[in-house]
């Protein structure tokens, strides 16, 4: 396993982890501490233009891990579908445009029903998933781009993402890029912690070359106070950074580690107080 | 399957879903409605007597469908586990004193570590639940009990309870009671309905007679406010409860479907409009 307590050049940054700054602020600030990789997210590098940041991230001598992000595939109707499916094909443009290569996709949670929040039909939901990410391929194939397809929590079923298990996505890997030519997998601690089957499938993943396109740390805190926006920074919650991170590097990854914690409480402090926090847990806990 | 538009006589009533009222109302109240079965909690049954509340019942021609509850075997030191011990050995006499043969069991979550919330270890919290059931398992027998096992939804793996999937408690089931005598599982809807894998592993649990031994309904509400006590009323929420109870009753199970509903919001309505709307939805979305 690689040693992280004396060399962060694995450490990717999640834009989303300092929103209190702005992309330049976050480029120039993660240059000064000796990070090499950043995951910026659409809206930012969309305000600055796709030109301007490849720019600003060449001259930092920061590298684009990934770029997000793409899917939200469950439509309620056809007119949603076809603003959704432009929104992913720009997407995959702009990844392209910024030189990099991972488009994180999000399957998206059940779909609006017309008499309540949403429809009671899960299976359909990720039967439209399958087709969303195949209607990508061929784009993303003559983009030299890898659509990296990230299983979220059970929790998020309903309402962001119905892929709930690493097995889940690996099986619609086998069944729509078997070569593992376009589609990888991100794997993130905080999604698959719990799972009783996590190592097994972190090694069937690596059993396909080039499946692991990403894995992503952060923390489980508890007590978890928001669904969404309470995640801990690595070290103060409970997930076993450096158990899941042996099993990912002996299957096979050695990429970039991205630090991506979405908190209402980290957000309220100071920006560099985040990322020193960021830098200085990646080295303990990760 | 079951109609239960015309025909409630297996609507079990979990005590939880209407805290507003003492047992002694909720037993009256349920003979009035033309409830059958009622699962209870330990704090209330001990504070009347169990031969009290078993002639309560009785009288009022209830049946005990399950007794709750034993289990939370994740324990940080011998105080602790042997005063757990007690509390489970106590419950299982207990169940068999007020003539109920299910007492559930909820494994719990992370022990708690000295310079932590929580241990980092969940594979040394799962191996010590299936020590603490195993050591349960001789005196359940001697009284005649099952000891019903609930897989609880991945949002509580770490302070709640650390078997997460039905597979993964079927194996737990095999591993100590291959032949179903005295361990079974329960199936909640609210736990269970994300699973890619449900179907396949609710049809294990039936190929093995016995081991389903209930089944509970509830929903799962769009948004979820609150991780422990946002949960919904059936009919309310995104879980196609018809569709699981179909597949639990082709595996064979023909028992009691218990409306256990933890939720804030129902707890501050009337304690007859609470019960009148569980009859009727279970009419209408189980």
């Known amino acids: 396993m690689r040693d992280f307590s004396r060399d962060i ?3 990717a940054l999640n834009t989303a982890t300092i929103r209190q700054w702005d992309l330049r602020h976050i480029v120039d600030n993660c240059a000064k501490a000796g990070i090499k990789h950043i995951s910026p997210w659409r809206d930012q590098v969309r305000s600055e ?3 301007t940041v490849r720019r600003w991230l060449s001259e930092a001598g920061l590298h684009p891990s990934a770029y997000l992000r793409a899917g939200l595939f469950t439509y309620a ?7 959704a499916r432009d929104e992913n094909f720009a997407a995959m443009d702009e990844a392209a445009e910024l030189g990099c290569r991972n488009l994180v996709v999000l399957a998206g949670g059940l779909p609006k029903a017309a008499d309540l929040p949403k429809e009671r039909n899960i299976e ?13 391929l061929p784009r993303a194939r003559d983009l030299g781009l890898k ?9 998020y079923a309903a309402d962001r993402c119905c892929l709930n298990t690493l097995d889940q996505v690996l099986d619609l890997c086998d069944e729509l890029d078997p070569a593992s030519e ?19 499938q972190i090694d069937r ?8 396109q990403a894995f992503h740390v952060n923390d489980w805190l508890v007590p978890t106070r928001d669904m969404l926006n309470d995640r801990g920074m690595m070290g103060d919650g409970i997930i076993d950074i450096p158990k899941i991170r042996n099993w990912v590097e002996s299957a096979g990854y050695g990429g970039p580690c991205e630090v991506e914690i979405f908190s209402d409480a980290w957000r309220e402090r100071e920006g560099q107080e985040v990322l020193n926090t960021c830098v200085d847990r990646f080295r303990r806990f990760v």
């Open 124 to 136: 359909a939901a990720r039967y439209q998933v399958g087709r969303g990410i195949e209607d990508m």
């Open 182 to 200: 376009v589609i990888g997998v991100a794997i993130d601690v905080y999604h698959v912690w719990w799972d009783p089957r996590l190592r097994e």
């Open 205 to 212: 993943a690596g059993s396909v070359n080039g499946r692991i």
């Open 77 to 83: 109707d056809r007119e949603a579908a076809a603003n």
């Open 49 to 51: 233009g796709t030109a």
């Open 9 to 11: 050049s694995a450490l």
């Open 147 to 155: 659509l990296v397809v990230e299983p979220l929590h059970p929790m």
